[in-house]
């Protein structure tokens, strides 16, 4: 079988890890473990807010590309990237959008306009998009105008864990995500300064978004009396981080927003109940019957939630053996790449009309 060949544009280092850098390296290897000759290409970290010389480097990488090798273009870049540039490329392009850039937290208003509409102009000139939810499809069709024939939905792969899980005493409540804004830590960290009264330890993995926010946590935690019953580990080995999934006995993310979310999935590929909230697409990726789901940026309801499976080990177990049956039925990361593989099937270059509308 004669497989398209295809570029993947990514910024920054592959190896970062943060969910969507985990989901396009594994969408990278998987594409070329089923056949296709992927080549790698490695923008600027800066994006999607690029100095001048790394945008002009940028186009000009985009646009040395053949006709005949399909542009698979990651979303900090598509989202951010000049209209005017992009659309010189001669490669078919499907834009690869975990969620759009406009939804990210902590913008102003003049940003949060510029990236809509530098997104919104940029979706009509690919071919196609990848997206890891129906929630970031139907942002991108109703709020885009994206043309929903030419969305597909490739949900994250999951790795199936082995061994044995063996939940520590005190119980311990796990958090996994970058420490941004977004991830909504600073609401965590308030909800387990309302459940000081219980036995439980927590970890938070994730490497800091920036210095300053990684401080303010620290200092959180401090004021909050949570020295010693909360750990912010930073990033972590893979062997570390799957130690943690096996010893915890709840998995807790505040988050803001999500336009999907890979930990939920190791989450439940590990059998841990849920606590996060109810935002993006995190309500379409954690089952009803495998976690609780409260109101995002309040941290009373949230440690309602966390007291409630803390204190009725009946409902914790519920819950996780519901979490650990959808687990099983998620899909592999070959399965991921076969959808993105037949999207590149759907691909020539004859089709690629620059700046036709996907209406």
Not at 60 to 75: F, S, T
Not at 81 to 92: D, N, S, Y
Not at 137 to 166: H, Q, W
Not at 254 to 259: N, S
Request: charged share 20%; hydrophobic share 40%; net charge negative.
């Amino acid at each position: 079988m004669n497989l398209s060949p295809a570029a993947f544009a990514i910024p920054g280092d592959i190896n970062t890890l943060t969910g969507g850098y985990i989901y396009e390296r594994r969408l990278l290897e998987s594409l070329r473990t089923l056949g296709h000759d992927v080549t790698h290409i490695q923008l600027a970290a800066s994006f999607p807010d690029p100095s001048p010389e790394d945008m002009a480097d940028a186009v000009e990488q985009l646009c040395a590309l053949p006709e005949n090798r399909p542009l698979i273009l990651d979303g900090l870049v598509y989202g951010s990237i000049v209209t005017e540039g992009l659309a010189k490329a001669r490669a078919p392009i499907v834009a690869m959008i975990h969620h759009p850039l406009a939804l990210e937290s902590g913008l102003s208003d003049d940003r949060r306009a510029h990236l809509y509409r530098t997104e919104r102009d940029n979706l009509t000139l690919a071919q196609h998009v990848l997206v890891p939810s129906p929630h970031t499809s139907t942002i991108l069709t109703e709020e885009y105008g994206v043309n929903p024939e030419r969305v597909s939905i490739a949900r994250p792969g999951t790795d199936k864990p082995t061994g044995v899980s063996a939940p520590v005493d005190p119980p311990l409540i796990l958090s996994v995500g970058i420490q941004h804004p977004r991830k909504g830590h600073d609401v965590l960290l308030r909800a387990l300064s309302e459940i000081i009264d219980m036995n439980w330890q927590a970890v938070i993995v994730g490497s800091p978004y920036d210095a300053d926010h990684a401080a303010g946590l620290i200092t959180l935690c401090e004021k909050l009396g949570l020295t010693g019953r909360v750990r912010l580990a930073g990033r972590v080995s893979s062997q570390k981080l799957t130690a943690l999934y096996r010893a915890a006995s709840i998995f807790a993310l505040a988050t803001r927003y999500e336009g999907y979310g890979i930990v939920f999935d190791e989450a439940l590929a590990y059998g841990l109940p849920i606590v996060s909230c109810h935002t993006g697409a995190v309500p379409g990726t954690v089952p009803q019957d495998a976690g609780l789901l409260v109101p995002p940026e309040e941290p009373e309801p949230f440690a309602h939630a966390l007291r409630s499976l803390l204190s009725d080990s009946a409902k914790r177990t519920e819950l996780a053996s519901a979490a650990q049956a959808a687990g099983k039925a998620l899909p592999s990361w070959l399965d991921t790449a076969r959808i993105a593989s037949d999207v590149l099937a759907t691909l020539s270059p004859q089709q690629s009309v620059m700046g036709e509308k996907l209406l």
